[in-house]
């Protein structure tokens, strides 16, 4: 019973950040006001979701990494990124996609409880290997709402539509830039997890490293590089 109280919330919390959000963007409330209250109520809802996730991810030899269990793991980490980051950002208004995804996968790890499939706590390096994969994952997932955005507004900017949500975003120049790294982030812990992964691959297949196609994807994917060609450093520390 408390477990369904807790996933109703929850999903319930969730549903009603994203409609404060999106009332924010259509320019019904613009206030900070508007902004504080959808962050309250996704942290609490996130905090509901992290109980929800250390109920139902401990069990027997690890931590219960199947598929809906895992895409909730994900979306909650997901929120919580986007949480803190939207204190300082002004990336507040992703959360019209970001909160009903999360509610999303609450429901589905609720409704369709997936097949325990542990992955046992063999050493504290694994383990942080796991975290920085979901890490990884997390912030390119964020970015890719980030350029969805981008690409709404560049569209209503070309044909000439200024008003209702365009007036809420921030600059292009700033919305830009603020996806560029995340995804320069979001790729660099990707390269940590690909480096991680040669140590304990032995441990799992029997071999230091697999060339399988998704090492080999992986490892392709790892060398993109940014279009201005630059050093990371130097573009994670333009203005």
């Known amino acids: 019973m408390l477990d ?20 924010r963007l259509a320019g019904a409330n613009t206030g900070r006001g508007a902004k504080l209250s959808a962050i309250g109520l996704g942290v609490i809802a996130a905090l509901l979701h992290a109980v929800i996730l250390y109920s139902g991810m401990q069990v027997d030899g690890g931590l219960n990494l199947g598929f809906t269990s895992a895409v909730s793991l994900v979306a909650w980490v997901v929120v919580a990124l986007f949480l803190a980051t939207a204190l300082s950002k002004p990336i507040e208004n992703l959360g019209i996609f970001i909160m009903p995804t999360a509610a999303a996968t609450v429901l589905s790890a609720w409704a369709w409880p997936s097949r325990n499939i542990p992955a046992p706590y063999t050493s504290a390096l694994l383990f942080s290997h796991i975290i920085i994969s979901i890490l990884a994952y997390s912030l390119l997932a964020i970015a890719v709402v980030q350029s969805l955005m981008l690409s709404i507004q560049e569209r209503h900017l ?24 995340m995804i320069a982030l979001g790729f660099f812990l990707l390269t940590l997890t690909l480096i991680s992964g ?20 992986a490892i392709c994917l790892a060398r993109v590089r940014h279009p201005t060609r630059r050093p990371l450093a130097i573009w994670l520390a333009r203005p």
């Open 198 to 217: 040669i140590f304990f691959s032995e441990a799992v297949f029997g071999k230091p490293l697999m060339f399988t196609p998704y090492c080999v994807i």
């Open 4 to 23: 369904s109280v807790l996933n109703f919330l929850a999903t319930a919390l969730y549903v009603g950040a994203g409609a404060l959000l999106w009332r």
């Open 158 to 181: 070309r044909h000439r539509q200024p008003g209702g949500f365009m007036r809420t975003l921030p600059p292009m120049q700033t919305m830009e830039q603020l996806m560029f790294q």
